[in-house]
């Protein structure tokens, strides 16, 4: 079974600070997705990595994904209360469109 | 373009009561996949759909089923309702059915939030 642990749960900071969120699985992924879920809506798609050590950047947002495709990470440089939410990442199962989802961070950017 | 549709956004039953939630992709695409979102267990698979065939199944009981249409809609099932079945019922589409590590881009609809008392 395909497991993705996410750290930490939850991330309380101020306005302007810099954080990172992980996600660390045993198991090897082809591609790691990364959401971002606001309350009373779906999760939206942020980025997908695909390859060992590829980083992709999305304006303050830096993504990661390990050499050994089994983890990723997202670092948010300083960051706005609306990068507000819950984050989520979601490795592809071995068939189709299948996701293993990690149980989320829950991000508050105070103001 | 119309986002992914989901149907009804809030419903409650009560235990042993059947429920049918409805989703609507967006135009074009084939795949509708349904997870449930819950604070203790977050986000699991439960099927996914393509061309009307069930081509993924989570680990969830014979109690949650789903199904297809020739226009793409999929529509999901949960019968005899327990209080663990309450949750938000997410349903996702995408242009195409993923294949080997090849997860299509999702996109979500806002949810269904069933309580179940």
């Known amino acids: 079974t395909q497991l993705l642990e996410q750290s930490p749960q939850f991330l309380s900071i101020q306005e302007g600070e810099n954080l990172t969120v992980y996600c660390n699985s045993s198991?090897?992924?082809?591609?790691l997705q990364w959401y971002r879920q606001e309350p009373g809506e779906g999760p939206v798609l942020l980025v997908t990595v695909v390859t060992g050590g590829e980083v992709k950047k999305l304006k303050r947002l830096t993504f990661q994904f390990g050499d050994a495709r089994k983890d990723s990470s997202l670092h948010i440089t300083a960051a706005q209360p609306g990068d507000t939410g819950l984050y989520l990442c979601?490795?592809?199962?071995?068939?189709?469109?299948?996701?293993?989802f990690g149980a989320g961070t829950i991000l508050r950017v105070k103001s | 373009k119309a986002g992914v549709t989901q149907t009804p956004r809030y419903l409650i039953k009560t235990r042993g009561q059947q429920v049918t939630l409805s989703c609507s992709p967006i135009s074009g695409h084939r795949s509708v996949s349904w997870y449930q979102q819950t604070p203790g267990q977050g986000l699991q698979f439960l099927f996914e759909y393509f061309s009307e065939t069930q081509r993924n199944k989570g680990n969830f009981p014979g109690r949650f089923s789903g199904r297809q249409f020739s226009n793409s809609r999929s529509e999901m099932n949960v019968s005899t309702l327990e209080l663990g079945d309450s949750a938000l019922y997410l349903c996702?589409?995408?242009?195409?059915?993923?294949?080997?590590?090849?997860?299509?881009?999702?996109?979500f609809g806002e949810g269904s939030r069933l309580t179940v008392l």
């Open positions: 198991s090897v992924f082809s591609s």
């Open positions: 979601a490795g592809d199962s071995e068939y189709g469109n299948k996701l293993v």
């Open positions: 996702a589409s995408s242009l195409v059915a993923g294949g080997q590590g090849n997860t299509g881009e999702l996109f």
